[in-house]
């Protein structure tokens, strides 16, 4: 079981303390099953646009340079050939889809795993809410410098989307907003800490004990 201070939207200490179980959302920790999450999300936003011509698709006769035999010259073929300049690709590049998907469950397990290491070492900082009238990005920017976060990757995680947050936050470099409901083993471990509210905490929870990925 683990302890953590909760802190007010200004990153001032609130006084209340907040104990999480890693072991609700994973009795252990898989890094081989990260590692294929991680590599399948970052795999599916390829986009896979890559083409280069063939010797079928330059520009150039297909008649011989010159013929084969009395010449004194190595044998060539035309001048479309991979080993002349402006010649095809032995190999051409074609657009290709580098997308898939690992089973669900699979995926709903790296999310807890993924959740579960940032309770266990420490990288978890929890806040009472975060609300925002107008979009400001000073006030974020001054909560996360006070907590000790404001130099390094950061993911602030909150119940539900909020235009004017989302506003706030995406001036700042190396900081992202993300839902509870979208978070998936790569959000989570490819940022450094995770500051997320309270109300995510729960959504996140229950939305675990469903299943859903």
């Not at 896979?48 to 698709?57: D, P």
């Not at 004194?72 to 997308?99: E, L, Q, V, Y």
């Not at 706030?168 to 509210?197: D, F, G, I």
Request: hydrophobic content about 40%; charged content about 25%.
């Amino acid at each position: 079981m683990a302890s953590f201070v909760v802190y007010d939207q200004s990153g001032q200490p609130t006084g209340e303390q907040c104990a999480i179980d890693p072991a609700e959302f994973a009795a252990e920790i898989s890094d081989r099953l990260l590692h294929e999450a991680v590599v399948m999300y970052d795999s599916n936003r390829r986009l896979g646009t890559f083409k280069s011509k063939s010797r079928a698709e330059v520009s150039g006769c297909s008649k011989k340079l010159f013929k084969q035999k009395g010449t004194g010259n190595a044998r060539m073929g035309n001048k479309r050939t991979p080993i002349r300049r402006g010649g095809g690709h032995c190999f051409a590049k074609r657009p290709r889809d580098f997308s898939y998907r690992l089973p669900r469950k699979a995926l709903r397990r790296a999310a807890a795993m993924a959740f579960a290491s940032k309770v266990r070492d420490g990288e978890l900082f929890v806040l009472k809410s975060l609300v925002a009238t107008e979009p400001k990005t000073r006030p974020i920017a001054d909560m996360l410098k006070k907590i000790g976060v404001g130099e390094s990757s950061v993911v602030i995680g909150v119940a539900e989307p909020n235009a004017n947050v989302w506003k706030s936050c995406r001036n700042l470099e190396s900081c992202s907003l993300v839902p509870a409901a979208e978070w998936n083993a790569a959000t989570l471990l490819q940022n450094r800490y995770l500051v997320v509210t309270v109300d995510a905490i729960e959504r996140f929870r229950a939305r675990f004990a469903k299943g859903a990925v």
